[in-house]
């Protein structure tokens, strides 16, 4: 996937004057941090410094994750949302992704650190006029009050940084604000999925539905010590790849999302788990089906979904 060129352009012109050096290392620091203390309710960025360089560093993968969620979820939903708040924003990533996606009249970022607001203000100055007119609220999510609703509300990356309770506290404020969709995108990780099986559960007892990626609304089938998540393949710059420390020209993206609708919507007959297993003479796909997790085979007698089997990736419909 390759970031819009004028996401790629803000980013460059927010780290042109900070040296590289200090850049790199603050983005190991702060990936150090989100490793090692998400969870706890910690602050975990506070410097404008630091927000610069985790927009370098961060942006690009979690704009293709967010994307990524935004397009197995979407089609789903039987009217287009008109309104977005980006909860959590931090420098605005879902905002951008969702503006790509959607023909937007507004939306509302909330953010508590003010390092974060002003690179997010900042990076939208040069951007669509939607995104120039973005408005952007100081707000904690774990403490204050959700000032406004929208069609579609989104929380990426966000709940993972907070405690237990913190968290369902939250996931209660922002499904109350949101009016058509409320989608949740997490890092790709056990405990991840943990936590976003956890909302799952609580969702469902609330009157929500699934719209994405599950394919029906009864328990999880997957065992316990067993998770499934998805990867987005993003084009990194000579940039990114310095503060990375990566020689590959991308990044591979692994991250778990789920999209709670209002109203009872159509979802998928069957979501591929798996990347697929290609052996002489078959193909092997492990699915998500509205009758549990089972593994199907298509052969070179199957023709076209036999060729359509070896292409897939995990996350897909099929």
């Known amino acids: 996937m390759e970031i819009p060129q004028g996401l790629r352009r803000a980013i460059e012109n927010q780290i042109r004057d900070i040296e590289h050096v200090r850049m790199k290392d603050d983005a190991q620091a702060i990936s150090s941090r989100y490793r090692t203390q998400s969870g706890k309710g910690k602050r975990l960025l506070t410097k404008e410094t630091e927000a610069a360089a985790y927009a370098a560093a961060r942006m690009p993968a979690t704009f293709g994750a967010v994307s990524d969620a935004l397009k197995y979820s979407l089609p789903y939903l039987e009217n287009c949302p008109q309104t977005l708040l980006d909860a959590g924003a931090g420098t605005g990533t879902a905002a951008w992704a969702a503006d790509a996606e959607l023909k937007l009249k507004k939306i509302i970022c909330l953010e508590r650190e003010d390092a974060m607001i002003k690179i997010g203000k900042n990076m939208m100055k040069c951007s669509s006029e939607l995104l120039c007119n973005a408005e952007w609220i100081k707000n904690d999510l774990t403490v204050d009050e959700i000032p406004e609703q929208a069609d579609l509300v989104i929380a990426s990356y966000v709940l993972n940084e907070m405690t237990?309770?913190?968290?369902?506290?939250?996931?209660?404020?922002?499904?109350?604000?949101?009016?058509?969709?409320?989608?949740?995108?997490?890092?790709?990780t056990p405990v991840g999925f943990s936590n976003l099986a956890e909302i799952r559960q609580v969702m469902l007892k609330w009157g929500a539905h699934i719209a994405a990626p599950c394919p029906h609304e009864s328990d999880c089938p997957k065992e316990k010590n067993d998770w499934c998540g998805f990867a987005c393949r993003v084009s990194r710059s000579r940039l990114h790849r310095q503060l990375k420390g990566g020689e590959v020209p991308y990044e591979d993206e692994k991250f778990i999302y789920m999209a709670f609708t209002r109203e009872k919507c159509h979802s998928a007959e069957a979501r591929v788990l798996r990347h697929p297993q290609i052996h002489k003479g078959y193909v092997g796909l492990e699915i998500c089906t509205k009758d549990g997790i089972k593994n199907i085979k298509?052969?070179?007698?199957?023709?076209?979904?036999?060729?359509?089997?070896?292409?897939?990736?995990?996350?897909?419909?099929?």
């Open 164 to 188: 237990s309770e913190e968290r369902m506290e939250t996931v209660k404020k922002l499904w109350d604000a949101a009016k058509m969709m409320f989608l949740i995108i997490e890092p790709g």
């Open 298 to 318: 298509f052969s070179k007698k199957d023709g076209e979904r036999y060729k359509k089997a070896r292409k897939v990736k995990a996350g897909d419909e099929i």
